[in-house]
């Protein structure tokens, strides 16, 4: 609700910002609270801003702000706090900073009419590179859309992104030439119906809301893992009692345009020259004929550095329900 507010009316200045972000921290504590049983790891992390022109990108930075992170970049609807568990099973030494996506978790909305789409969070990934000024080769780490993300990231900087690590999704989901360019207009069209209404958000009480995110996620979350997200993932009504809603924006309920012809999705990958972690939950579905995953991990293997492929047992939401079964992987290819 707040980011959305900070969009709609265009609020751009500093000052207020900080309002903005005192009553987010509030709701945040507020939700820590009421939130989740969970035990939470004893690593201490930083809550961070790094400023765009709509407004911030919120983010969680783990471990020693002297030493350039490993980008962490969550899934669709999810936000950073996907990754709190995983991380505070690795290396203290290590420092990761957790993002939230444009529409997520603690930071701005995207300015009102605009779409959301992948190719505005790439340069959003960019534009954090840039802002911290890093130097050295990027470590990237991404859950389903964020493994995504990371791929893609990859493919368009090969010679900047020394390893990345993808939970459970490899590649963009491609689609047929002919679906793609046909369907072009009633995208268009399903968008502008889908946000006639941008103002409507509506509020539940906690086991509701609780119950709608792990609904929203097939049910690959557990209660625990739903309440760890929605500590980050909604805010406490400022009208109704016990009442909560989302943050997440709406409009990203509608993808539009946002898959690939198979044969620009392998040009991708063959661009892809660095050292590659992958890990598929064995309980979790393919969302496409496994077949084009096979090939692109194939041409992967074919021309990156390094490919390492785990099969482990997990719903899509693996590395967040059970951080156990692949900490000791990742920890490995961390330090290999």
Partial sequence: MIQRCLSANGLRTWRQLKSVRTLQKIQYRQLSQVGSSQEQPERKWEEVRIPVPWGHIAGK???????????????????????????????????????????????????????????????????????????????????????????????????????????????????????????????????????????????????????????????????????????????????????????????????LLSTLPYEHIQEMARRISCEVLSIKFKQAPYYEDPKYCNGILEIIRNNAKRLEYHEVDGSHHGHLNNPENVAPIVKNFLRS
């Avoid at 950073?80 to 991380?87: C, E, G, H, R």
């Avoid at 909604?234 to 709406?250: M, N, P, Q, V």
Wanted: no cysteine; charged share 25%.
């Fill in 61 to 255: 930075w783990w471990g020693p702000r002297s030493r350039q992170p490993i980008l962490a970049i969550h899934g669709w609807m999810d936000n950073a706090n996907t990754f709190d568990p995983l991380i505070g099973l690795l290396p203290s030494d290590l420092s990761f900073l957790a993002i939230d996506l444009p529409g997520h978790g603690l930071s701005s909305r995207y300015p009102a009419g605009m779409v959301y789409h992948s190719t505005e969070d790439i340069v959003v990934l960019r534009r954090i590179v840039k802002h911290f000024d890093w130097r050295d080769k990027l470590v990237l780490m991404g859950h389903s859309l964020g493994s995504i993300y990371s791929f893609t990231y990859s493919s368009a900087f090969p010679n900047e992104v020394e390893k990345y690590i993808g939970f459970d999704n490899i590649k963009p989901t491609n689609i047929n030439n002919d679906k793609f360019i046909k369907e072009t207009g009633g995208a268009i069209d399903r968008f502008l119906r889908f946000i006639a209404n941008p103002d409507f958000s509506p509020e539940y009480p906690w086991d509701n809301i609780v119950e709608r995110q792990r609904k929203g996620s097939s049910e690959s979350l557990t209660i625990e893992s739903t309440k760890l997200l929605l500590q980050r993932g909604a805010y406490k009504s400022l009208t109704k009692e016990g009442h909560f809603g989302f943050r997440r924006d709406i409009r990203q309920m509608v993808s």
